[in-house]
């Protein structure tokens, strides 16, 4: 079946829109473009659940006032731009059960398939760095176990990026923990 994409539209607009589809889908908006999302594959599904999990046990063992949402969330990037990431972190309290967007993430999170690698490394990156909450964007890589991790430094700007193959990164804000081998464990 096919459908019909709309032309050009705002953020605002796309989230209309896309409360409006009778098809399951996943799509973002990219400079004013609706793109669906291709479909994917049940390890990489699961690698994002597991990760979500993750997050949500180290925000839990912190004590924190947040919460970890699966995919499916937008995060606005500019009036032209929102992007769907694997996982993502934000403060408490939870939006409501029928919003599609999180306004405030703090870490946000892209799994790498052979598909969206280049995207997810440049254009989601570039993308990221412009939402001011954003203080950690995750690149998981499940091919090479590693993860490369950008985060704010002082004065807002990001650092260069430091990939982790072993051992644990602290992601503060908002104060947790997250060990890398927990995240290639043997299940996922």
């Avoid at 409006?20 to 479909?39: K, T, W």
């Avoid at 972190?89 to 993430?105: F, G, K, M, S, W």
Wanted: proline share 9%; charged share 20%; aromatic share 8%.
């Amino acid at each position: 079946m096919n459908i019909a994409l709309p032309t050009r539209m705002t953020v605002d607009e796309f989230l209309a829109w896309a409360v409006r589809q009778e098809l399951q889908g996943r799509y973002e908006l990219f400079n004013g473009r609706v793109v669906m999302q291709q479909a994917q594959n049940w390890g990489h599904a699961q690698l994002c659940w597991h990760i979500r999990g993750l997050l949500t046990a180290a925000i839990e063992r912190a004590g924190l006032p947040f919460y970890a949402a699966p995919m499916g969330m937008t995060v606005r990037i500019t009036k032209d731009f929102a992007f769907e990431p694997d996982a993502l972190v934000a403060p408490l309290p939870e939006p409501q059960r029928t919003d599609l967007e999180i306004a405030n993430p703090v870490i946000v999170v892209e799994v790498l398939s052979p598909s969206t690698a280049k995207r997810d490394r440049t254009d989601k990156l570039a993308g990221y760095i412009k939402v001011p909450s954003i203080e950690h964007y995750l690149i998981v890589d499940p091919e090479e176990h590693e993860v490369t991790w950008y985060h704010r430094a002082a004065g807002g700007a990001f650092a260069p990026p430091i990939s982790v193959r072993e051992g644990a990164s602290e992601l503060d804000p908002p104060g947790i923990t997250l060990a890398i081998a927990e995240i290639f464990a043997p299940e996922t």
